[in-house]
């Protein structure tokens, strides 16, 4: 596998944030993360914006169509 550079852990943040990694994979870049402060302050903006929204964008269902 091999050490991943900060682009190539990059590419793949999106779907190691979604969990669509194989194990290996998500180790790696994991351990990519853990190493670099660049690509960790990445990672954790993009957590942190990822919970920010879905904590925001809760649809209200109106009290006339739950009846």
Do not use: K, W
């Not at 793949?12 to 290996?24: A, I, P």
């Amino acid at each position: 596998m091999g050490d991943l550079n900060c682009d190539e852990a990059l590419a793949e943040l999106y779907t190691f944030l979604d969990g669509e990694l194989d194990h290996g994979r998500r180790a790696l870049i994991g351990s990519h993360l853990d190493g670099c402060s660049h690509c960790h302050g990445v990672h954790d903006f993009e957590a942190e914006l990822r919970r920010v929204i879905s904590s925001t964008l809760v649809d209200e269902v109106p009290a006339e169509l739950r009846q």
